[in-house]
């Protein structure tokens, strides 16, 4: 984990107690319910915590800004990052309440107060009044195509604010229609960083979308259009 985790210069000697306890819950969680496809200690460290961190390459995830992360699952990637970085306000967001009730006993068991669990869907929280336009990064990882990520996120930025999305190699095959999403939503695709990941290799990207103006009013659609019919 340290190693993983330095490589993409990031240290978390001081964190490693914080992290152990995180794996151990998330095996024992694991064994009861279905949670990650990962089960074994290695591939957890190397394909959840070490991935998860990744986001912080894009080096426009700064402390003490305010994070949330779409489609967390089990916690990935807003977890890793609260815990590594305790200045950065980490919300986590997830459509299934069981994934958002572990998310919840992993911040209480390692008392996080710098993360915060909400269950609900980001079309409903694009719309909501305190959540349209709040938040400073979106990240998200293995929940859509990039133009349904655009769609799902936009809304929930400031101007200014960036969507971070963690992409595998066949991101090139979502960007065009990532672009044209960006456009109609309110953003533009910004930046691609290509890197292999520390301890595996396996090559990932981060996409950079920026929100260059408002989001027009339409956007996001009624809660499951975005993932049924994206707009490109
Ligand atoms: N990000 C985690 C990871 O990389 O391990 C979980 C990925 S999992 C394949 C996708 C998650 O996104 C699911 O838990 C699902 O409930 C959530 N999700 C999908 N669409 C969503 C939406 N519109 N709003 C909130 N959560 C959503």
Redesign the pocket.
Known sequence: MKRGALELGVDVNDRIDAFATFLDLLVEASGRMSL?TIRDESGIVAK?FVDSLSCLRSEVLNSSMSVI??????G??GLPLAIACPHLDVHL????RR?IEFVGSVIEALELPNAHPHV????TLGRQEGQRGRYDRVV?????TLATLVE?SLPLLRDGGVLIA?KGPSVVDELEAGRKAAKLVGGEVEQVIEFRLPITGETRSLVLVRKTRSTPAAYPRR?GV??RSPLF
């Open positions: 990650t959840h992360d779409l489609g967390t699952g089990a990935f990637p967001l997830d459509a299934t994934k609900g869907r980001a079309e998200t990882r293995a929940v859509s799902l963690q809660e975005p993932h």
